[in-house]
Structure formats: C-alpha cells, structure tokens
C-alpha cells in the first residue's frame, strides 16, 4: 500500500482544521486554508508561513483532528 500525503481535500472530508507550531518559539495557531487549492499538500503549507510572533519560517503544519485530540500530561494553556 502506498502511503500518501494528507491533502485539504482529506481535512474537509473529516472537517479538520490545520494547525502551524513555531519550531523556534513553540506558538501555535490554525491555518485558514480558505483559497488553498485541495491538492494542497498539509505540511506543504508550512513553506509558504511565517512565525506572526517572531518571525521566524521554521513553521511545521499538521493537521488537527478533533475527534483525536492528543493528550499531553504537563503541556497546559497558558
Ligand atoms: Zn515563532
């Protein structure tokens, strides 16, 4: 079995939003996607995004599945 890239088109079928971490300073924020063709590649998007807290390109986007919400012991919302 081939293992193929997550593309929008597969968020919009789960209704999932794309989440951007900022590998310098550790912001995260979601993407709006609105306007990204649906062949757009999800940890593509990272390339063309900039850090709006520090400016930095280390940008790493993943897609964000609500219904699979990872729980991290120790990482709260501050
Ligand atoms: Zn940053």
Do not use: F
Not at 23 to 34: G, M
Request: net charge positive.
């Amino acid at each position: 079995m081939e293992e193929r890239p997550v593309t929008l088109a597969d968020l919009k079928e789960l209704n999932a939003p794309v989440r951007a971490h900022c590998d310098n300073c550790q912001k995260t924020a979601y993407v709006s996607t609105e306007g990204m063709p649906e062949h757009t590649i999800i940890i593509h998007i990272a390339r063309r995004l900039r850090c709006s807290r520090c400016g930095s390109t280390k940008i790493v986007t993943r897609p964000c599945y609500q219904h699979m919400v990872p729980q991290h012991p120790g990482e709260q919302n501050r």
